[in-house]
């Protein structure tokens, strides 16, 4: 696949689903918060919530990078009305499940919550962002970023 159609992951960016400096302390905090600002914004079902909170404890989301822990959490297609990334970087890690031992936990600062309604989209997107967590030097500045735009434009390789 040519570089040039593959899916962009700031097209996908809402900057009212870009949470900056935010003192989650467990998962469900942080998809609470997501889930209400998605709501009012008219990204989601009502079943976005009780769905991530499923799908997360049925298929775990976290994963461990050689320096640091970054979460990839999403949910059915079904939940979502409009599509999105949304971007968040707690202040503290907060702990996810590992994707490949959920006996094991990883502590994440950085989570990218995929809300997406085309099937194929959601492999494309991981890719993306499989791309862009391993690279530890941008995500370093997405963990400091103190603005949406900062957000936007690291994410605009």
């Known amino acids: 696949m040519a570089t040039n159609d593959a899916v962009e992951v700031s097209s996908y960016l809402r900057d009212q689903l870009i949470f900056l400096h935010t003192s989650f302390k467990t998962t469900e905090d942080l998809f609470t918060a997501i889930n209400d600002k998605a709501k009012e914004n008219g990204f989601v079902t009502d079943q976005f919530l009780p769905k991530i909170l499923k799908r997360e404890a049925t298929f775990p989301t976290g994963l461990q ?18 599509e999105f990334v949304a971007v968040v970087v707690n202040d503290d890690p907060v702990k996810f499940k590992r994707m490949d031992d959920p006996s094991q936990t990883v502590d994440a600062k950085l989570a990218f919550v995929l809300g997406l309604n085309k099937p194929h989209a959601q ?17 370093q500045k997405i963990e400091s970023a103190n603005a949406a735009e900062e957000i936007h434009t690291l994410l605009s390789k």
């Not at 990078?65 to 409009?82: N, Q, S, W, Y």
């Open 65 to 82: 990078l050689e320096h640091r822990g970054v979460a990839i959490p999403h949910t059915d297609a079904d939940t979502i009305k409009k």
């Open 123 to 139: 492999l494309e997107m991981l890719q993306a962002l499989m791309t862009i967590i391993q690279d530890d030097s941008l995500v």
